[in-house]
């Protein structure tokens, strides 16, 4: 091309001179989108999943639940309300088949586990419906011939509900509702206190309610008896005798009909050593009797 003449003012058509992109350019500008679409992606909220709805096997509503069983092929759990003049609580029986045929029967106070399993039976709910299935698959989940089957007792109405094997996911049990037929997947975890009552729902708690909460206090050993205000007695070895009283735990529940005397298998005399009677803020009032089996200590 040939140079402007000198003196001559030239500039390009168009008044501006054109951009032009070369390979570094345009590479800058792509990577530059891709840091903003990545930086935008990285700073955004994690969207939260919605939670699966979960499905109510039945609903009690209002109607209190009487007594619920857990029973297997060679043990059975029963824990039901009872009451006395200071209110109602529940109480427990176990029966559990040892080897040739022998059964142990156990009862005893049921603690709050108890409470906490009815709650969750009133409306227990599964993670999902699968409908009512075929009898070869009824087999295969153990539901056939259940593993365990739970009744409750609730007024005039009753349910059942049988338990399988578990359920692929871990932490799951196949159930059937035995009035419908249906199938679910359930928690295990909703099942487990109760499969364990017999252990896990045996109230240790001696007294019924906290050292806080005692007023008076009255000893009765033979012909000598001795009664205190723990509000006006302050005195040191009467509230450590107390304290201990109060962490004593039950460790077995003696059975009704159970001979306490037998030892070794001869019967032993007993003898009242020492009667406590406790009585609470709430006017609540519990005894403890000792008793003294033989000439042991």
């Known amino acids: 091309p040939t140079a402007p003449k000198k003196g001559c003012a030239c500039k390009p058509i168009g008044g501006t001179e054109p951009m032009r992109f070369g390979t570094v350019e345009i590479h800058a500008t792509l ?15 994690e969207a939260t999943p919605a939670k699966a709805a979960e499905v109510a096997i039945w609903d009690l509503g209002e109607t209190a639940i009487d007594s619920v069983s857990y029973k297997t092929e060679k043990r059975r759990f029963q824990i039901e309300y009872k ?5 109602s609580y529940l109480w427990g029986v176990s029966v559990r088949e040892q080897d ?46 259940p593993e365990a089957v739970i009744e409750l007792k609730a007024g005039t109405r009753s349910k059942q509900l049988r338990v399988g094997m578990g359920a692929y996911g871990g932490g799951l049990k196949y159930v059937q509702e035995a009035e419908t037929g249906i199938v679910y997947v359930l928690e295990a975890k909703t099942l487990d206190d109760l499969r364990w009552g017999d252990s896990r729902m045996v109230e240790r708690e001696l007294v019924g309610f906290k050292l806080d ?11 000598k ?5 723990t509000a006006e007695t302050k005195h ?29 298998g001869k019967n032993l005399e007993s003898t ?9 803020q709430d006017e ?14």
């Open 225 to 229: 008896q001795r009664r205190w205000n």
């Open 213 to 223: 909460d005692v007023v008076t206090v009255e000893l009765s050993a033979g012909q």
């Open 83 to 87: 009451s006395d003049t200071q209110g």
């Open 31 to 45: 990577l530059l989108v891709a840091l903003g679409l990545a930086y935008q992606s990285w700073t955004a909220e």
């Open 272 to 280: 009242s050593v020492l009667q406590v009677t406790l009585k609470a």
């Open 100 to 145: 040739k045929g022998n059964k142990v029967t156990r009862s005893f106070k049921v603690n709050n586990k108890g409470s906490e399993a009815l709650k969750k039976l009133v409306r227990p709910t599964a993670k999902r419906a699968l409908g009512t299935l075929s009898e070869a698959e009824l087999k295969e989940m153990k539901l056939a011939v």
């Open 236 to 264: 040191d070895s009467a509230a450590t005798w107390l304290g201990k009283l109060f962490r004593l735990r039950v460790v077995k529940y003696v059975g009704k009909d159970e001979n306490i005397h037998a030892v070794n």
């Open 284 to 297: 609540r009032t519990n005894s403890l009797k000792l008793i003294r089996i033989g000439a042991g200590k």
